[in-house]
C-alpha cells in the first residue's frame, strides 16, 4: 500500500489540511515516485517498518494502553517517505529527517517504536539506537516508552534484555540507550539511528553535531530530529528550521535531508478551529481536540498563557521576548472625565526609567463595579524633544498639546513634577492614596521629595523582578483583555502596552521587556507598579469603595 500517495491524494482533494509546507513537500516527493532518479521507491522496504509498529508493538499511555499502535495516515506516509526511497545496493537516500509538530501528536510513542525496529529489524549488525537530549531526563521519556512496549510484548520481551542503562538484543550485539549532552564517552559512539527530541531547548548545536559525525561508519544511518517550536532563538533549532524551509523551496538541494513542517500558515487565525490541524495532524486520533479547545480558552484570558499556546500547540516560533498583548487586547473604547474620579480611594505608580528619556506616572482608581479608572501623566526632557527627528517630534507635540506630555528644561528630567503632578492630583480631586508603587533604582531623592510633600507611609517598593511582576502582570493582562481598564483611550499609554514584551522562564514566570529597543513601555511600566500595589491592598480597598 503507498501511504504517501493516499495522503498526497487527500490533500490537494481537500480532505486533509495542511500547510503550504506539507502540500509542497508532498508535491516533490509524489515526483520522485512518477520520475526516479539514482533512488527508487521500494515499497516493502517503506512499510516494514509501518508493520513492525502495527503488529508487535503496544501502547503505555492513557486510554490506549495495552492497545496495538494503529498508525494515522500521515504517520504512514512520513514513515514510508525516510524508509521508502533506496539506491540499487537497497540503501536507504535519506539519513536526516526533521519533524516539527505541535505537542501531544504522538512523537515519543511513535519514535520509541521506530527505535526497537531500528535495534531489531533493520538489518544492522551492533545496532546502536540513542534517544538524545540537552537532558538525560527528556533523552529517557522515549527509553522509557520503549522500555514499556518491550514489556507489553511476548514477542519483542523474550528476545530483549534490560541492562542498567540500555536495552540490549544480544542476536545482533545492539542497543538502545538514553543519552545526554552531559554523557560520558559521546565521541567514541557509531551510531545507526538517532533521535534527537526537542531541539529548541539546545543552546548550542554541539550534541546534534557529535551525534551527526557519530554515523560516519555506518552505511544507512538515520538522524531524525523530532520536536516542537520553543522560544530560545539563535540556536541549533533555527539552524534546522530555516535549512528544512529552503530544501522544501528547493532554494538548497540536499537528497540526503527531508523536513516534515507541521505548522500553522503565516496567516492563520489560531482561534479557528480549521487550522488547528495544519500543527496537529494526529488532532482527534492521537491529541485530544477538547485539550486544545480548553488551552485556547484559556489562552484568550492569559496573555502569558498564550504565547506557550501558540509556541507548544502551534509551532509559532516565539520569542525570547515575546509580545505581550495584541491591540486587540489592549484597546478599550470607554472614556471618562477627571471630574469622575473625585473624591476616590486610590493608588499610585511610577516609573522614573532614565532621567534624559521619558517618565511616566499613573493613578489608579477601583470602582465597586471592579472596573478602573486610569489616569497617567509623561515627562520629557526638552532637550530630548528638541533632539528628536521630525516625524517624533511632530508626534511628541501632538501628544503635548492633548495635555499627555509635559517638558521639562533642560536635558535631565526633574523629579519634582512628578511630585508636583501628584500633589495636584490629591488637592484638586481630592483623592486619597493608599499606596505608590515605585522601582527603588536611582528613586532616593525623588521618594524623599514626595514624602516631604504629604506622601508619608505611602511610598511602598516594587521589585523589578519575575518573583514580584509575574502574577501581577499577568491579572493585568486578563483585566484589559477584558476590559476592565479604562484608561480613557490614551494613546501614549497604548503605545506603551503594544510595545511591552515579556521573557519566560522554566516555570512559566514572565517578566517584563521592550520589544522594540528603540520602543517606549514607561507607561506600562508605571501601570504595572500602580496595579502591584494594588493587589497588595486590594482587601483595604474594597472595603473602603
Not at 539506537?129 to 538525560?136: F, I, T
Not at 488551552?295 to 506557550?308: C, L, R
Not at 532621567?355 to 470602582?367: G, K, M, Y
Not at 486619597?432 to 506622601?455: H, R
Request: charged fraction near 25%; aromatic fraction near 12%.
Amino acid at each position: 500500500m503507498n501511504y504517501i500517495r493516499e495522503y498526497h491524494d487527500k490533500i490537494q482533494s481537500g480532505e486533509i489540511v495542511v500547510n503550504a509546507h506539507i502540500k509542497k513537500l508532498y508535491e516533490k516527493i509524489v515526483l520522485d515516485l512518477d520520475n526516479p532518479d539514482d533512488y527508487i521507491f521500494d515499497v516493502d522496504k517503506a512499510t516494514k517498518p509501518i508493520d513492525f509498529v502495527e503488529c508487535f508493538c503496544k501502547q503505555s499511555k492513557g486510554r490506549w494502553i495495552g492497545k496495538r499502535f494503529v498508525l494515522d495516515l500521515w504517520q504512514k506516509a512520513m514513515i514510508q517517505t525516510i524508509f521508502g526511497f533506496v539506491n540499487q545496493e537497497g540503501n536507504r537516500k535519506y539519513k536526516e529527517a526533521f519533524t516539527l509538530i505541535g505537542r501531544k501528536n504522538g512523537k515519543s510513542s511513535m519514535l520509541a517504536a521506530i527505535g526497537l525496529y531500528m535495534l531489531i529489524a533493520d538489518g544492522e549488525g551492533g545496532s546502536e539506537v540513542y534517544p538524545v537530549a540537552n537532558k538525560r531526563d527528556q533523552a529517557k521519556i522515549i527509553f522509557t516508552e520503549a522500555l514499556n512496549i518491550v514489556r507489553q510484548s511476548t514477542l519483542l520481551s523474550r528476545h530483549l534484555g534490560k541492562r542498567r542503562t540500555d536495552i540490549y538484543f544480544p542476536v545482533n550485539f545492539s542497543k538502545f540507550e538514553p543519552l545526554a549532552s552531559d554523557s560520558n564517552g559521546l565521541d567514541g559512539l557509531n551510531t545507526h539511528f538517532c533521535i534527537m527530541d526537542e531541539i529548541h531547548a539546545s543552546k548550542d548545536r554541539n550534541l546534534y553535531d557529535v551525534m551527526k559525525q557519530s554515523m560516519a561508519a555506518r552505511k544507512q544511518p538515520l538522524l531524525w530530529c523530532i520536536t516542537t517550536a520553543g522560544f530560545v532563538r539563535e540556536n541549533i533549532f533555527d539552524a534546522q528550521y530555516n535549512y528544512a524551509v529552503d530544501t522544501i523551496q528547493s532554494t538548497i538541494k540536499d537528497e540526503r535531508f527531508i523536513a516534515f513542517l507541521y505548522e500553522l500558515d503565516k496567516d492563520d487565525d489560531y482561534k479557528n478551529p480549521e487550522v488547528w490541524v495544519k500543527a496537529n495532524p494526529g488532532l482527534g486520533t492521537i491529541k485530544d481536540l477538547e485539550f486544545l479547545q480548553d488551552n485556547i480558552n484559556k489562552s484568550v484570558s492569559d496573555p502569558a498563557f498564550k504565547a506557550t499556546v501558540l509556541t507548544k500547540d502551534f509551532n509559532i516560533i516565539g520569542t525570547a521576548s515575546t509580545a505581550f498583548l495584541d491591540y486587540s487586547t489592549i484597546r478599550n473604547e470607554e472614556t471618562f472625565i477627571l471630574k469622575d474620579i473625585e473624591d476616590s480611594y486610590c493608588v499610585g505608580g511610577v516609573d522614573l526609567s532614565s532621567t534624559t528619556d521619558l517618565t511616566s506616572a499613573t493613578i489608579l482608581v477601583p470602582r465597586l463595579s471592579g472596573k478602573f479608572l486610569c489616569h497617567q501623566m509623561y515627562w520629557m526632557p526638552q532637550v530630548t524633544f528638541e533632539e528628536a527627528d521630525h516625524s517624533k517630534k511632530v508626534v511628541y507635540q501632538a501628544w503635548i498639546e492633548r495635555g499627555l506630555l509635559e517638558l521639562t528644561p533642560g536635558n535631565r528630567i526633574d523629579y519634582g513634577f512628578i511630585t508636583q503632578w501628584f500633589g495636584r492630583m490629591k488637592t484638586d480631586y481630592r483623592l486619597y492614596f493608599q499606596s505608590i508603587g515605585y522601582d527603588s533604582w536611582n528613586s532616593g531623592y525623588w521618594v524623599k521629595d514626595m514624602e516631604q510633600n504629604g506622601f508619608n507611609g505611602l511610598m511602598d517598593i516594587v521589585i523589578q523582578g519575575a518573583k514580584t511582576l509575574s502574577n501581577p502582570l499577568k491579572h493585568l493582562g486578563a483585566d484589559l483583555g477584558a476590559k476592565k481598564i479604562n484608561y480613557n483611550k490614551n494613546p501614549l499609554l497604548e503605545f506603551c502596552l503594544t510595545n511591552l514584551g515579556v521573557v519566560y522562564d522554566r516555570n512559566n514566570n514572565i517578566t517584563p521587556v521592550k520589544v522594540k529597543s528603540r520602543g517606549f513601555i514607561d507607561g506600562a511600566m508605571s501601570l504595572l507598579d500602580a496595579y502591584c500595589v494594588y493587589e497588595r491592598n486590594k482587601e483595604l480597598l474594597d472595603s473602603l469603595i
